[in-house]
Protein backbone atom coordinates (compact mmCIF):
# COMPACT_ATOMS: atom_id res chain seq x y z
CA UNK A 1 0.00 0.00 0.00
CA UNK A 2 1.04 3.71 -0.58
CA UNK A 3 -0.21 6.89 0.43
CA UNK A 4 0.23 10.31 -1.48
CA UNK A 5 -1.59 13.81 -0.67
CA UNK A 6 -1.80 16.99 -2.37
CA UNK A 7 -3.83 20.34 -1.95
CA UNK A 8 -6.01 22.45 -3.89
CA UNK A 9 -8.64 25.00 -3.20
CA UNK A 10 -12.72 24.97 -3.54
CA UNK A 11 -14.69 28.06 -4.18
CA UNK A 12 -17.60 28.50 -3.26
CA UNK A 13 -18.86 32.25 -4.30
CA UNK A 14 -16.06 34.17 -3.50
CA UNK A 15 -14.85 32.53 -0.48
CA UNK A 16 -12.07 29.52 -0.77
CA UNK A 17 -11.50 26.38 1.69
CA UNK A 18 -8.67 24.29 0.95
CA UNK A 19 -8.56 20.76 0.02
CA UNK A 20 -7.03 18.42 1.04
CA UNK A 21 -6.52 15.23 -2.15
CA UNK A 22 -5.58 11.93 -1.11
CA UNK A 23 -4.73 8.85 -3.18
CA UNK A 24 -4.33 5.68 -1.92
CA UNK A 25 -2.65 2.18 -3.30
CA UNK A 26 -3.76 -0.88 -2.42
CA UNK A 27 -4.20 -4.51 -3.66
CA UNK A 28 -7.43 -5.44 -5.69
CA UNK A 29 -9.01 -5.06 -8.92
CA UNK A 30 -8.03 -2.28 -11.14
CA UNK A 31 -9.88 1.03 -10.82
CA UNK A 32 -10.28 4.47 -9.54
CA UNK A 33 -12.99 5.13 -7.03
CA UNK A 34 -13.48 8.72 -6.32
CA UNK A 35 -14.99 10.11 -3.44
CA UNK A 36 -15.56 13.60 -1.64
CA UNK A 37 -18.63 14.74 -3.36
CA UNK A 38 -17.89 15.27 -6.45
CA UNK A 39 -19.65 16.89 -9.50
CA UNK A 40 -19.78 15.32 -13.01
CA UNK A 41 -16.69 17.51 -14.06
CA UNK A 42 -14.98 16.20 -11.18
CA UNK A 43 -15.35 12.76 -11.79
CA UNK A 44 -14.57 13.15 -15.18
CA UNK A 45 -10.78 14.08 -14.13
CA UNK A 46 -10.32 10.43 -13.46
CA UNK A 47 -9.96 9.62 -17.32
CA UNK A 48 -7.93 13.52 -17.57
CA UNK A 49 -6.25 12.55 -15.43
CA UNK A 50 -4.92 9.23 -15.61
CA UNK A 51 -4.47 10.02 -20.10
CA UNK A 52 -1.66 13.45 -19.04
CA UNK A 53 0.09 10.96 -16.08
CA UNK A 54 0.30 7.84 -18.83
CA UNK A 55 1.45 10.39 -21.85
CA UNK A 56 4.11 11.48 -19.71
CA UNK A 57 5.85 8.66 -19.74
CA UNK A 58 4.56 7.55 -15.68
CA UNK A 59 2.69 4.24 -15.74
CA UNK A 60 -0.56 4.57 -13.94
CA UNK A 61 -1.33 2.25 -11.29
CA UNK A 62 -2.51 -1.65 -12.73
CA UNK A 63 -4.43 -1.71 -8.91
CA UNK A 64 -7.00 -0.14 -6.46
CA UNK A 65 -6.90 3.47 -6.74
CA UNK A 66 -9.33 6.09 -4.04
CA UNK A 67 -9.25 9.68 -4.04
CA UNK A 68 -10.42 11.00 -1.44
CA UNK A 69 -11.07 14.87 -1.40
CA UNK A 70 -11.55 16.64 2.19
CA UNK A 71 -13.43 18.23 3.75
CA UNK A 72 -15.95 14.97 2.37
CA UNK A 73 -18.94 16.92 3.28
CA UNK A 74 -18.22 20.14 0.88
CA UNK A 75 -19.27 19.99 -2.64
CA UNK A 76 -16.66 19.26 -5.14
CA UNK A 77 -17.68 20.99 -8.35
CA UNK A 78 -15.27 21.87 -11.90
CA UNK A 79 -11.54 20.95 -12.94
CA UNK A 80 -9.71 22.72 -11.20
CA UNK A 81 -8.36 19.80 -9.00
CA UNK A 82 -6.98 18.08 -12.04
CA UNK A 83 -3.43 19.02 -11.19
CA UNK A 84 -3.73 18.47 -7.57
CA UNK A 85 -5.31 14.65 -8.33
CA UNK A 86 -2.08 13.84 -10.79
CA UNK A 87 0.23 14.80 -8.43
CA UNK A 88 -1.13 13.11 -5.60
CA UNK A 89 -0.64 9.94 -7.65
CA UNK A 90 2.34 10.47 -8.51
CA UNK A 91 3.01 10.59 -5.00
CA UNK A 92 1.48 7.22 -4.17
CA UNK A 93 3.04 5.34 -6.78
CA UNK A 94 6.47 6.43 -6.34
CA UNK A 95 6.22 6.04 -2.16
CA UNK A 96 7.89 9.51 -2.06
CA UNK A 97 6.43 12.79 -0.04
CA UNK A 98 8.69 16.04 -1.78
CA UNK A 99 8.72 19.30 0.70
CA UNK A 100 7.41 21.78 -2.27
CA UNK A 101 4.19 19.39 -2.72
CA UNK A 102 3.37 19.90 1.07
CA UNK A 103 3.56 23.12 1.03
CA UNK A 104 1.86 24.12 -2.16
CA UNK A 105 -1.55 24.41 -3.34
CA UNK A 106 -1.96 23.34 -6.94
CA UNK A 107 -4.94 24.90 -9.28
CA UNK A 108 -5.67 23.77 -12.61
CA UNK A 109 -6.99 21.20 -15.35
CA UNK A 110 -5.46 19.07 -17.72
CA UNK A 111 -5.49 18.10 -20.95
CA UNK A 112 -5.37 14.40 -21.75
CA UNK A 113 -1.55 15.16 -23.17
CA UNK A 114 -0.16 16.84 -20.10
CA UNK A 115 -1.04 19.97 -21.27
CA UNK A 116 -2.30 22.45 -17.87
CA UNK A 117 -5.59 24.21 -19.43
CA UNK A 118 -6.98 27.73 -17.54
CA UNK A 119 -9.73 27.46 -14.89
CA UNK A 120 -11.91 30.56 -13.67
CA UNK A 121 -12.14 31.41 -9.81
CA UNK A 122 -8.26 31.62 -9.44
CA UNK A 123 -8.22 35.21 -7.94
CA UNK A 124 -10.48 34.48 -5.16
CA UNK A 125 -8.73 30.57 -5.06
CA UNK A 126 -5.40 31.93 -4.33
CA UNK A 127 -6.76 34.99 -1.88
CA UNK A 128 -8.33 31.95 0.16
CA UNK A 129 -4.69 29.98 0.24
CA UNK A 130 -2.96 33.36 1.18
CA UNK A 131 -5.13 34.13 4.17
CA UNK A 132 -5.00 30.40 5.12
CA UNK A 133 -1.03 30.86 5.74
CA UNK A 134 -0.34 28.81 2.04
CA UNK A 135 3.37 30.39 1.39
CA UNK A 136 3.10 28.88 -2.48
CA UNK A 137 0.77 28.37 -5.42
CA UNK A 138 0.72 27.00 -8.88
CA UNK A 139 -1.76 27.74 -11.13
CA UNK A 140 -2.02 27.56 -15.28
CA UNK A 141 0.47 30.20 -17.53
CA UNK A 142 -2.59 31.61 -18.73
CA UNK A 143 -3.85 32.78 -15.39
CA UNK A 144 -0.80 33.68 -13.91
CA UNK A 145 -1.40 37.25 -14.30
CA UNK A 146 -4.91 36.70 -12.18
CA UNK A 147 -3.07 35.32 -9.74
CA UNK A 148 -0.17 37.95 -9.53
CA UNK A 149 -2.45 40.50 -8.41
CA UNK A 150 -2.54 38.70 -4.47
CA UNK A 151 0.42 39.84 -3.03
CA UNK A 152 1.89 38.08 0.07
CA UNK A 153 2.26 34.37 -1.66
CA UNK A 154 4.47 33.21 -4.41
CA UNK A 155 2.55 32.64 -7.33
CA UNK A 156 4.16 30.24 -10.31
CA UNK A 157 2.97 29.35 -13.66
CA UNK A 158 2.60 25.53 -15.35
CA UNK A 159 2.73 24.61 -18.54
CA UNK A 160 2.37 21.12 -18.74
CA UNK A 161 2.19 18.58 -16.58
CA UNK A 162 5.91 17.03 -16.99
CA UNK A 163 7.46 20.78 -15.75
CA UNK A 164 5.01 20.74 -13.12
CA UNK A 165 6.43 17.44 -11.91
CA UNK A 166 10.70 18.30 -12.51
CA UNK A 167 9.89 21.34 -10.13
CA UNK A 168 8.29 19.29 -7.20
CA UNK A 169 11.56 17.20 -7.59
CA UNK A 170 13.31 20.56 -6.95
CA UNK A 171 14.86 19.59 -10.64
CA UNK A 172 13.15 22.53 -13.18
CA UNK A 173 11.62 25.39 -12.57
CA UNK A 174 8.11 26.79 -13.39
CA UNK A 175 7.10 30.73 -14.34
CA UNK A 176 7.35 33.35 -12.15
CA UNK A 177 5.15 35.95 -11.18
CA UNK A 178 4.33 38.66 -14.00
CA UNK A 179 3.30 42.43 -13.72
CA UNK A 180 0.00 42.64 -13.70
CA UNK A 181 -0.75 46.65 -13.25
CA UNK A 182 -3.28 47.36 -15.59
CA UNK A 183 -3.34 49.26 -18.74
CA UNK A 184 -4.80 52.73 -18.84
CA UNK A 185 -7.90 53.48 -21.45
CA UNK A 186 -9.56 56.26 -21.74
CA UNK A 187 -13.33 56.03 -22.91
CA UNK A 188 -14.23 56.33 -26.52
CA UNK A 189 -17.43 57.85 -25.63
CA UNK A 190 -18.47 61.69 -24.20
CA UNK A 191 -20.48 63.43 -22.56
CA UNK A 192 -20.24 65.78 -25.02
CA UNK A 193 -21.96 63.89 -27.89
CA UNK A 194 -25.72 63.88 -26.18
CA UNK A 195 -27.21 66.99 -28.14
CA UNK A 196 -29.65 68.52 -25.96
CA UNK A 197 -31.42 67.35 -23.12
CA UNK A 198 -29.57 69.24 -20.30
CA UNK A 199 -31.57 68.08 -17.56
CA UNK A 200 -31.28 64.84 -17.81
CA UNK A 201 -27.42 65.46 -18.49
CA UNK A 202 -27.69 66.95 -15.15
CA UNK A 203 -29.55 64.08 -13.56
CA UNK A 204 -26.86 61.59 -14.66
CA UNK A 205 -24.23 63.92 -13.51
CA UNK A 206 -26.22 64.10 -10.12
CA UNK A 207 -26.71 60.20 -10.24
CA UNK A 208 -22.76 59.84 -10.45
CA UNK A 209 -21.99 62.46 -7.90
CA UNK A 210 -24.32 60.43 -5.15
CA UNK A 211 -24.28 56.80 -6.69
CA UNK A 212 -28.07 57.14 -6.98
CA UNK A 213 -30.50 55.20 -8.89
CA UNK A 214 -31.82 56.48 -12.43
CA UNK A 215 -34.95 56.12 -14.71
CA UNK A 216 -35.17 57.60 -18.34
CA UNK A 217 -38.26 57.83 -20.34
CA UNK A 218 -38.80 59.22 -23.35
CA UNK A 219 -39.28 58.20 -26.81
CA UNK A 220 -36.55 56.41 -29.23
CA UNK A 221 -33.96 58.31 -30.20
CA UNK A 222 -34.09 61.34 -27.27
CA UNK A 223 -30.63 59.54 -25.87
CA UNK A 224 -31.38 57.83 -23.28
CA UNK A 225 -29.16 55.06 -24.11
CA UNK A 226 -26.11 56.91 -24.94
CA UNK A 227 -27.02 59.00 -21.64
CA UNK A 228 -26.47 55.16 -19.84
CA UNK A 229 -23.37 54.56 -21.32
CA UNK A 230 -21.58 57.66 -20.66
CA UNK A 231 -22.09 57.34 -16.45
CA UNK A 232 -19.63 54.80 -15.88
CA UNK A 233 -17.10 57.47 -17.36
CA UNK A 234 -18.32 59.96 -14.64
CA UNK A 235 -17.23 57.52 -11.74
CA UNK A 236 -14.46 57.94 -10.09
CA UNK A 237 -11.63 54.71 -10.49
CA UNK A 238 -11.61 52.07 -8.32
CA UNK A 239 -10.25 51.43 -5.50
CA UNK A 240 -7.93 48.89 -4.96
CA UNK A 241 -9.92 46.94 -2.26
CA UNK A 242 -12.67 47.56 -4.72
CA UNK A 243 -10.79 46.78 -8.03
CA UNK A 244 -10.01 43.38 -6.11
CA UNK A 245 -13.57 42.65 -5.14
CA UNK A 246 -14.65 43.25 -8.41
CA UNK A 247 -11.90 41.06 -10.24
CA UNK A 248 -12.74 38.54 -8.14
CA UNK A 249 -16.47 38.36 -9.52
CA UNK A 250 -15.93 38.21 -13.32
CA UNK A 251 -13.32 35.67 -12.20
CA UNK A 252 -15.83 33.34 -11.01
CA UNK A 253 -18.00 34.11 -13.89
CA UNK A 254 -15.16 33.21 -16.28
CA UNK A 255 -14.95 37.20 -18.03
CA UNK A 256 -11.50 38.21 -17.00
CA UNK A 257 -9.00 39.00 -20.03
CA UNK A 258 -5.42 36.90 -19.66
CA UNK A 259 -3.15 40.07 -20.21
CA UNK A 260 -4.44 42.95 -17.97
CA UNK A 261 -6.94 40.94 -15.64
CA UNK A 262 -7.05 43.69 -13.34
CA UNK A 263 -10.44 45.53 -13.49
CA UNK A 264 -10.13 49.58 -12.15
CA UNK A 265 -12.61 51.39 -13.94
CA UNK A 266 -16.86 50.55 -12.77
CA UNK A 267 -18.22 47.87 -14.95
CA UNK A 268 -21.17 48.50 -17.31
CA UNK A 269 -23.70 45.72 -17.82
CA UNK A 270 -26.43 45.84 -20.03
CA UNK A 271 -28.33 42.34 -20.49
CA UNK A 272 -30.91 42.36 -23.06
CA UNK A 273 -34.54 42.57 -22.11
CA UNK A 274 -35.21 39.18 -22.56
CA UNK A 275 -32.78 38.15 -19.77
CA UNK A 276 -34.69 35.82 -17.20
CA UNK A 277 -34.32 35.04 -13.22
CA UNK A 278 -31.36 33.73 -13.30
CA UNK A 279 -28.87 35.19 -15.62
CA UNK A 280 -29.86 38.72 -13.59
CA UNK A 281 -29.59 37.75 -9.88
CA UNK A 282 -27.42 34.79 -10.85
CA UNK A 283 -28.21 30.91 -10.77
CA UNK A 284 -27.37 27.43 -12.38
CA UNK A 285 -27.00 23.61 -11.20
CA UNK A 286 -24.81 23.28 -8.22
CA UNK A 287 -23.99 26.56 -6.56
CA UNK A 288 -25.08 29.77 -8.49
CA UNK A 289 -22.65 31.49 -10.82
CA UNK A 290 -23.04 35.24 -10.41
CA UNK A 291 -25.95 37.84 -12.52
CA UNK A 292 -26.21 40.52 -14.08
CA UNK A 293 -26.41 42.82 -10.92
CA UNK A 294 -23.29 41.17 -9.25
CA UNK A 295 -21.09 41.64 -12.29
CA UNK A 296 -21.97 45.32 -12.27
CA UNK A 297 -20.87 45.27 -8.55
CA UNK A 298 -19.41 49.33 -7.87
CA UNK A 299 -20.66 50.19 -11.64
CA UNK A 300 -23.77 50.35 -13.72
CA UNK A 301 -26.22 47.88 -14.37
CA UNK A 302 -28.60 49.06 -17.49
CA UNK A 303 -31.88 47.70 -18.23
CA UNK A 304 -32.94 48.98 -21.55
CA UNK A 305 -36.52 48.62 -22.87
CA UNK A 306 -37.37 48.22 -18.74
CA UNK A 307 -40.88 47.69 -19.61
CA UNK A 308 -40.09 44.57 -21.85
CA UNK A 309 -38.66 43.03 -19.23
CA UNK A 310 -40.51 40.06 -17.62
CA UNK A 311 -41.85 41.13 -14.08
CA UNK A 312 -40.48 38.32 -12.22
CA UNK A 313 -37.18 39.36 -13.47
CA UNK A 314 -37.96 43.13 -12.16
CA UNK A 315 -39.12 42.30 -8.69
CA UNK A 316 -35.85 40.24 -8.22
CA UNK A 317 -34.38 43.90 -8.14
CA UNK A 318 -35.73 44.68 -5.23
CA UNK A 319 -33.61 43.25 -2.83
CA UNK A 320 -30.16 43.92 -4.44
CA UNK A 321 -30.88 47.22 -4.33
CA UNK A 322 -31.85 47.60 -0.75
CA UNK A 323 -29.45 45.17 0.93
CA UNK A 324 -26.46 45.92 -2.01
CA UNK A 325 -25.93 42.27 -2.21
CA UNK A 326 -27.57 38.70 -3.42
CA UNK A 327 -28.22 35.77 -1.57
CA UNK A 328 -28.81 32.86 -4.04
CA UNK A 329 -30.02 29.83 -1.88
CA UNK A 330 -29.14 26.15 -3.94
CA UNK A 331 -28.90 22.58 -3.42
CA UNK A 332 -25.18 22.81 -2.60
CA UNK A 333 -25.29 25.75 -0.17
CA UNK A 334 -25.95 29.36 0.02
CA UNK A 335 -23.59 31.72 -2.24
CA UNK A 336 -23.57 35.42 -1.50
CA UNK A 337 -22.29 38.11 -4.08
CA UNK A 338 -21.48 41.56 -3.59
CA UNK A 339 -24.39 43.56 -5.87
CA UNK A 340 -23.92 47.40 -5.00
CA UNK A 341 -24.96 48.75 -7.95
CA UNK A 342 -25.69 51.56 -10.40
CA UNK A 343 -29.32 51.37 -11.82
CA UNK A 344 -30.22 52.63 -14.51
CA UNK A 345 -33.86 52.01 -16.30
CA UNK A 346 -34.94 53.24 -19.69
CA UNK A 347 -38.03 52.98 -21.34
CA UNK A 348 -40.43 54.14 -23.80
CA UNK A 349 -43.43 56.62 -22.69
CA UNK A 350 -46.03 54.14 -24.67
CA UNK A 351 -46.08 50.57 -27.20
CA UNK A 352 -45.84 52.79 -30.27
CA UNK A 353 -43.41 55.45 -28.99
CA UNK A 354 -44.59 58.11 -31.43
CA UNK A 355 -41.58 60.55 -31.36
CA UNK A 356 -44.81 63.60 -31.30
CA UNK A 357 -47.00 62.49 -28.75
CA UNK A 358 -50.13 64.20 -30.31
CA UNK A 359 -49.44 61.21 -33.08
CA UNK A 360 -49.77 58.22 -30.31
CA UNK A 361 -52.50 55.68 -30.75
CA UNK A 362 -52.51 53.86 -27.91
CA UNK A 363 -55.05 53.86 -25.26
CA UNK A 364 -55.04 54.98 -21.87
CA UNK A 365 -55.31 51.40 -20.82
CA UNK A 366 -52.63 50.29 -23.06
CA UNK A 367 -50.32 52.89 -21.43
CA UNK A 368 -50.77 51.92 -18.21
CA UNK A 369 -50.54 48.13 -18.62
CA UNK A 370 -47.57 49.09 -20.46
CA UNK A 371 -45.21 50.68 -17.47
CA UNK A 372 -47.59 48.63 -15.10
CA UNK A 373 -44.89 45.85 -14.96
CA UNK A 374 -42.53 48.65 -13.09
CA UNK A 375 -44.34 48.12 -9.44
CA UNK A 376 -44.60 50.61 -6.95
CA UNK A 377 -41.96 49.39 -4.70
CA UNK A 378 -39.53 49.25 -7.39
CA UNK A 379 -39.81 53.11 -8.63
CA UNK A 380 -39.38 53.58 -4.69
CA UNK A 381 -36.12 52.66 -5.15
CA UNK A 382 -34.97 54.85 -7.85
CA UNK A 383 -34.15 58.01 -6.60
CA UNK A 384 -33.98 60.50 -10.30
CA UNK A 385 -36.96 60.06 -12.38
CA UNK A 386 -36.58 61.98 -16.28
CA UNK A 387 -38.62 62.58 -18.90
CA UNK A 388 -37.16 63.12 -22.02
CA UNK A 389 -38.73 64.92 -25.46
CA UNK A 390 -37.74 64.46 -28.51
CA UNK A 391 -35.28 66.95 -29.81
CA UNK A 392 -36.97 70.30 -31.60
CA UNK A 393 -35.44 71.87 -34.76
CA UNK A 394 -32.15 74.03 -34.29
CA UNK A 395 -31.08 72.05 -31.07
CA UNK A 396 -28.21 70.79 -32.98
CA UNK A 397 -26.66 74.17 -33.89
CA UNK A 398 -27.05 75.32 -30.47
CA UNK A 399 -25.87 72.42 -28.49
CA UNK A 400 -22.08 73.25 -26.72
CA UNK A 401 -22.81 70.32 -24.18
CA UNK A 402 -19.94 70.26 -21.27
CA UNK A 403 -17.07 67.12 -22.22
CA UNK A 404 -16.97 64.44 -19.73
CA UNK A 405 -14.03 65.67 -18.39
CA UNK A 406 -15.28 68.99 -16.96
CA UNK A 407 -17.90 66.58 -15.70
CA UNK A 408 -16.18 64.16 -13.94
CA UNK A 409 -13.93 66.90 -12.09
CA UNK A 410 -17.86 67.98 -10.55
CA UNK A 411 -18.42 64.18 -9.46
CA UNK A 412 -14.93 63.84 -8.08
CA UNK A 413 -15.20 67.09 -5.70
CA UNK A 414 -18.66 65.99 -4.74
CA UNK A 415 -17.63 62.47 -4.05
CA UNK A 416 -14.60 64.12 -1.65
CA UNK A 417 -17.06 66.28 -0.05
CA UNK A 418 -19.43 63.41 0.87
CA UNK A 419 -16.66 60.94 1.62
CA UNK A 420 -15.02 63.19 4.47
CA UNK A 421 -18.29 64.03 6.00
CA UNK A 422 -19.18 59.89 5.93
CA UNK A 423 -15.74 58.56 6.94
CA UNK A 424 -16.59 58.35 10.68
CA UNK A 425 -19.34 55.82 9.61
CA UNK A 426 -17.85 53.74 7.09
CA UNK A 427 -19.72 55.56 4.01
CA UNK A 428 -18.42 56.55 1.19
CA UNK A 429 -21.19 57.83 -1.20
CA UNK A 430 -24.24 59.66 -0.54
CA UNK A 431 -26.66 56.75 -1.65
CA UNK A 432 -24.89 54.35 0.83
CA UNK A 433 -26.38 56.49 4.35
CA UNK A 434 -28.97 54.97 6.51
CA UNK A 435 -32.25 57.17 6.45
CA UNK A 436 -31.65 56.58 10.61
CA UNK A 437 -28.75 58.77 10.33
CA UNK A 438 -30.06 61.41 8.01
CA UNK A 439 -32.87 61.92 10.14
CA UNK A 440 -31.19 62.00 13.54
CA UNK A 441 -27.72 63.06 12.93
CA UNK A 442 -27.96 65.21 10.60
CA UNK A 443 -31.56 66.14 10.54
CA UNK A 444 -31.80 69.59 8.90
CA UNK A 445 -34.09 72.58 9.79
CA UNK A 446 -38.03 72.42 10.13
CA UNK A 447 -38.21 75.32 6.85
CA UNK A 448 -36.12 73.08 5.20
CA UNK A 449 -38.15 70.11 5.37
CA UNK A 450 -41.53 71.23 4.76
CA UNK A 451 -41.28 70.68 1.17
CA UNK A 452 -41.00 67.11 1.94
CA UNK A 453 -43.75 67.00 5.28
CA UNK A 454 -45.99 68.25 2.68
CA UNK A 455 -45.12 65.64 0.10
CA UNK A 456 -46.06 63.21 3.39
CA UNK A 457 -49.16 64.46 4.30
CA UNK A 458 -50.61 64.31 0.62
CA UNK A 459 -49.32 60.77 0.78
CA UNK A 460 -47.27 61.31 -2.73
CA UNK A 461 -43.86 60.05 -0.73
CA UNK A 462 -43.00 57.30 1.23
CA UNK A 463 -40.58 57.43 4.28
CA UNK A 464 -37.90 55.56 1.61
CA UNK A 465 -38.82 57.83 -0.72
CA UNK A 466 -37.90 60.62 2.19
CA UNK A 467 -34.63 59.48 2.85
CA UNK A 468 -33.97 58.85 -0.60
CA UNK A 469 -34.76 62.59 -1.43
CA UNK A 470 -32.98 63.64 1.60
CA UNK A 471 -29.55 61.69 -0.06
CA UNK A 472 -30.26 63.16 -3.39
CA UNK A 473 -30.23 66.75 -1.92
CA UNK A 474 -26.98 66.25 -0.32
CA UNK A 475 -25.50 65.14 -3.24
CA UNK A 476 -26.92 68.48 -4.97
CA UNK A 477 -25.36 70.43 -2.23
CA UNK A 478 -22.00 68.43 -2.67
CA UNK A 479 -22.03 69.40 -5.92
CA UNK A 480 -22.71 73.20 -5.45
CA UNK A 481 -20.03 73.31 -2.96
CA UNK A 482 -22.61 74.02 0.54
CA UNK A 483 -21.82 72.59 3.46
CA UNK A 484 -25.78 71.20 3.88
CA UNK A 485 -29.11 71.03 1.62
CA UNK A 486 -31.03 74.15 1.64
CA UNK A 487 -34.57 74.80 0.46
CA UNK A 488 -34.12 74.47 -3.24
CA UNK A 489 -32.07 71.76 -2.94
CA UNK A 490 -34.33 69.55 -1.24
CA UNK A 491 -37.14 70.94 -3.72
CA UNK A 492 -34.79 70.23 -6.85
CA UNK A 493 -34.56 66.30 -5.41
CA UNK A 494 -38.15 66.10 -4.55
CA UNK A 495 -39.04 67.07 -8.12
CA UNK A 496 -36.11 64.91 -9.52
CA UNK A 497 -37.79 62.17 -7.15
CA UNK A 498 -41.74 62.81 -8.66
CA UNK A 499 -40.66 62.90 -12.52
CA UNK A 500 -44.45 63.12 -13.48
CA UNK A 501 -45.17 59.96 -11.55
CA UNK A 502 -46.33 60.52 -8.42
CA UNK A 503 -44.85 57.97 -5.92
Not at 72 to 84: I, N, R
Not at 116 to 129: E, F, M, S, Y
Amino acid sequence: MALGRAFSVAVRALDGQIVEIEAHIEGGLPGVHLVGLPDAALHESRDRVRAAIMNCTDDWPKTRLTLALSPATLPKMGSVYDLALAMSVLSASTKKDWARLEKTVLLGELALDGRVRPVTGILPAVAAAKREGWPTAVVPVDNLAEASLIDGIDVWGVRHLRQLRSWIRGKGSLEPRVDSSPSVQESTVDLADVIGQSQARYAVEVAAAGGHHLMLTGPPGAGKTMLAQRLPGLLPPLSEEEALEVTAIHSVAGLLSNSTPLITGAPFVAPHHTASVAAMVGGGSGLARPGAVSRAHRGVLFLDECAEIATPVLEALRTPLEDGEVRIARRDGVARYPARFQLVLAANPCPCARPDPRDCICGGQEKRRYLGKLSGPLLDRVDLDIQMHALRAGTTAADDGESTAVVRERVAAARAAAAERWRPYGIRTNAEVSGSLLRRRFRLPREVMKPLDLALARGSLSVRGMDRTLRVAWTLADLAGRASPSSDDVTTALSFRQGGRAR
